[in-house]
Nanobody, 124 residues
Framework: QVQLVESGGGLVQAGGSLRLSCAASGRTFSTYTMGWFRQAPGKEREFVAGVRRSGGVTDYVDSVKGRFTISRDNAKNTVYLQMNSLKPEDTAVYYC?????????????????WGQGTQVTVSS
């Protein structure tokens, strides 16, 4: 089992940047594929980015490609989401999630563990 705690959210103007962090407990972090999801009011939870165990393979939803970068540091049990050129439509609660498998998938039901979320608000 792994516990996840996100941080780094906040209020930023359009065009600005934020870096989200997700710290994981336990000694088996490197065995989990990690994902970032977001959920805006009245909308379903949406896949944003994912990274495989070693960090060598990543996936992004089209709307964030070229602006967001997911990375992980297995020595620190942490996964990051660097968000640049933020837009008002990026406003949402951002969650990190873990799945004990090798593949990055976009379906949130495939992730076994979730953090509590961190709010990101982008003003126009």
């Amino acid at each position: 089992q792994v516990q996840l705690v996100e941080s780094g959210g906040g209020l930023v103007q359009a065009g600005g940047s934020l870096r989200l962090s997700c710290a994981a407990s336990g000694r088996t972090f490197s065995t989990y594929t990690m994902g970032w999801f977001r959920q805006a009011p009245g909308k379903e939870r949406e896949f944003v980015a994912g990274v495989r165990r070693s960090g060598g393979v990543t996936d992004y939803v089209d709307s964030v490609k070229g602006r967001f970068t997911i990375s992980r540091d297995n020595a620190k049990n942490t996964v990051y989401l660097q968000m640049n050129s933020l837009k008002p439509e990026d406003t949402a609660v951002y969650y990190c999630a873990a799945r004990p498998d090798i593949l990055v998938v976009r379906n949130p039901t495939s992730y076994a563990y979730w953090g509590q979320g961190t709010q990101v608000t982008v003003s126009s």
